[in-house]
């Protein structure tokens, strides 16, 4: 079998992946866009911080050169907070940028928010001739909003830095039709230079399995979290539904496993202790790969519990996906991108009403035939149009139109499903 390089018809095209949020491999989504370029042949360095566990400063896996940086403190707080953050980054990202240069020019910047901050960067380096990529993850202004609960100033600071963000990309990759719309509205860009590539599992690794029984703790049912515990999430929406699941309507045999990491998980854990519901919960931590499926796989029911508002409605959640994956249905608010996503594998709560939420899971509780054709659905549907394998086209054709508008040829090499490298640790990346 030929080697990438060995076949690529034009000179080596270096991309410059830069990402805040989260360390790589960790950010699946990010991880599998650099190794999927990499099988393509392209030449890609990325730029991340460190933390939950990957500290080298410096290391290749799969071709990717990683470049991390000192974890800056996590704000969770205020936006001045976040500020400081997001300051200290960015000279991170201006000091490894400069390192990588030296090393081997870069012919593009991916730049993966939140922030929307990464374009100041992209300007500079423009100079040189180097194009900006914008990899949408997360809509700012949004997500500010649905954090503090206020506009005014900042959150026109938000704006504008998003409105720089898409005038200096020469092309956007939205994670879903509603990012899409926002790129070429707001955004003002051209139709035919956003291409849809949506977050979403390798179906070939993430697979279905009887997964860790002894985590049922005995339970008839158990419903799974899998994600980020923050603010935004709606975990307290989450534990009021089981409050009145378990209190209310009287479901005993059930036992709730949450996976993942956040600001606000202690908080949680005192919600659940002080409505006496501590042997109806398990908090695992953060797990990744086979331990994160062994938990998944144990489950009934997924839940997915974040609150319609402005972000929320229009972001994709990766645990849907993952829920899909692995033929579990679940349980939502009812939020327009995850109608979009999870179509009849799910059923809908009135929007951040808990107690509707625990109706609905209620129902499932009561109907495992119900469960076992839901889960099919979702899992058919994950496999026939939403697995990575059909965003990889989406990725690959983003990257010709950029070196085209650069006045380049298409790579020579394809890539087919097949091809695809297999994906990181799978954590609660919103991107949406």
């Known amino acids: 079998m030929f080697s990438a390089r060995s076949v690529t018809a034009v000179p080596a095209r270096h991309i410059l992946i830069v990402v805040e949020n989260l360390p790589v491999p960790l950010d699946r989504r990010v991880w599998l866009e650099a190794t999927t370029l990499v099988k393509a042949g392209y030449d890609v360095s990325v730029i991340c911080p460190m933390g939950r566990g990957w500290t080298a400063p410096h290391e290749v896996i799969e071709g990717v050169q990683i470049y991390r940086y000192p974890e800056p403190p996590e704000a969770h707080s205020s936006a001045l907070a976040y500020g400081r953050e997001w300051g200290l980054s960015m000279l991170h990202w201006f000091r490894l940028a400069r390192l990588i240069w030296k090393r081997q020019k870069f012919d593009v910047i991916q730049g993966c928010n939140p922030p929307d901050l990464i374009f100041v960067m992209a300007l500079c380096y423009r100079l040189w001739g180097v194009r900006y990529m914008f990899d949408h993850h997360d809509v700012c202004p949004e997500l500010f909003e649905a954090k503090f609960g206020r506009r005014g100033l900042l959150y026109g600071v938000m704006r504008a830095w998003e409105w720089l963000t898409f005038r200096t990309a020469s092309v956007t990759m939205a994670t879903n ?24 599992p390798k179906v070939e690794t993430f697979t279905p399995g009887p997964g860790n029984r002894a985590l049922r703790k005995g339970a008839g049912t158990v419903m799974g979290y899998v994600g980020v515990i923050g603010q935004q ?43 006496g519901l501590q042997a109806y919960f398990t908090f695992t931590g953060a797990l990744y790969n086979t331990d994160l499926l062994a938990v998944l796989n144990a489950i009934d029911i997924g839940v997915s519990p974040d609150p319609k508002n402005r972000m929320n409605d229009i972001s994709t959640m990766n645990k849907v996906m993952e829920y899909m994956t692995l033929e579990k249905p679940l ?15 799910a059923l809908y709560a009135r929007a951040n009403d808990p107690e509707d939420f625990a109706r609905k899971l209620a129902e499932l509780i009561d109907d ?14 994950v496999h026939e149009e939403l697995s990575w394998a059909h965003s990889v086209p989406q990725l690959l ?35 949406g």
Request: no cysteine.
């Open 177 to 200: 039709g509603s990012f899409r719309d926002i790129a070429t509205g707001r955004g003002g860009m051209a139709p035919e230079d956003v291409f849809v590539v949506r977050s979403a």
């Open 233 to 275: 999430e709606g975990m307290d929406l989450l534990v009021m539904a089981a409050d009145h699941l378990i209190h209310t309507l009287g479901k005993r045999d059930v036992h709730f496993l949450i996976v993942g990491f956040g600001p606000q998980l202690p908080e949680v854990e005192r919600d659940v202790a002080e409505r």
């Open 331 to 345: 349980v939502q608010f009812d939020l327009t991108e995850g109608r979009v996503s999870a179509g009849a594998a």
């Open 368 to 381: 495992p035939e119900r469960r076992a054709r839901m889960g099919a659905l979702g899992q058919a549907r």
């Open 397 to 431: 054709a983003a990257y010709e139109r950029i070196f085209a508008k650069m006045g380049q040829g298409p790579m020579a090499l394809p890539v087919t499903a097949d091809s695809v490298p297999e994906a990181a640790p799978a954590a609660r990346v919103r991107s």
